[in-house]
């Protein structure tokens, strides 16, 4: 079994920033890569950054772009994301994930809410 928990989340101004974590508990795995997710109330769930270890690829959605930096570390199954500049349509809760090539597998976190006033 393996469990992905996140933190950091919590109630923040606009302009402000915040920091998310995630950690891999449970059954030792190796990652292909991690990523992170949003859903708004309401709204499907979204894709907000990934990094792929092997490449070292990073991608981010455009709505995000200049503001959050994703990092992490493969050895720990372990991912960061520092967002920066955030704006209320940022509020949402926030899904790590794992992906896995060999055997194809995803795992999901159960989300950390993010929240923005203005």
């Known amino acids: 079994q393996v469990q992905l928990v996140e933190s950091g989340g919590g109630l923040v101004q606009a302009g402000g920033s915040l920091r998310l974590s995630c950690a891999a508990s449970g059954r030792t795995f190796s990652s292909d890569a991690m990523g992170w997710f949003r859903q708004a109330p309401g709204k499907e769930r979204e894709f907000v950054a990934t990094i792929n270890w092997s490449g070292g690829r990073i991608y981010y959605a455009d709505s995000v772009k200049g503001r959050f930096t994703i990092s992490g570390d493969n050895a720990k199954n372990t991912v960061y994301l520092q967002m920066n500049s955030l704006k209320l349509e940022d509020t949402a809760v926030y899904y790590c994930?794992?992906?896995?090539?060999?055997?194809?597998?995803?795992?999901w976190g159960q989300g950390t809410q993010v929240t923005v006033s203005s």
């Open positions: 994930n794992a992906r896995t090539t060999i055997p194809p597998n995803v795992y």
